[in-house]
């Protein structure tokens, strides 16, 4: 079982940039997929971005196209979203999870991913 430990959240004004990190423990996070998601108050959970175990796939939500960039260091055992252009509408907590299952691609439903952040708060200002 894997343990995920995001950080790099905080407070940014619009048009600004933040990276966020997850940090996995527990098993090679090259055994699975990962995913970032996001949740703002009154809202359901929502994709954002997902990248393969290799790192040659990735996914990402149209609201975030262009702007936001998931990347992997396996042998640091960490996963990355660099996001760029900030609106407050992307302010959200935000969630990365690992998925352990063989697929092609990585999935963007957040029902396939069995593993779990506490999250990190993504706060921005107008």
């Known amino acids: 079982q894997v343990q995920l430990v995001e950080s790099g959240g905080g407070l940014v004004q619009a048009g600004g940039s933040l990276r966020l990190s997850c940090a996995a423990s527990g098993r090679t996070l090259s055994s699975y997929h990962m995913g970032w998601f996001r949740q703002a108050p009154g809202k359901e959970r929502e994709f954002v971005a997902a990248?393969?175990?290799?790192?040659?796939?990735?996914q990402y939500a149209d609201s975030v196209k262009g702007r936001f960039t998931i990347s992997r260091d396996n042998p640091k055992n960490t996963v990355y979203v660099q996001m760029n252009s900030l609106k407050p509408e992307d302010t959200a907590v935000y969630y990365c999870?690992?998925?352990?299952?063989?697929?092609?691609?990585?999935?963007?439903?957040?029902?396939?991913?069995?593993?779990w952040g506490q999250g990190t708060q993504v706060t921005v200002s107008s």
């Open positions: 990248i393969s175990r290799n790192g040659g796939n990735t």
């Open positions: 999870a690992a998925d352990p299952r063989i697929w092609l691609v990585p999935r963007v439903s957040s029902n396939a991913y069995d593993y």
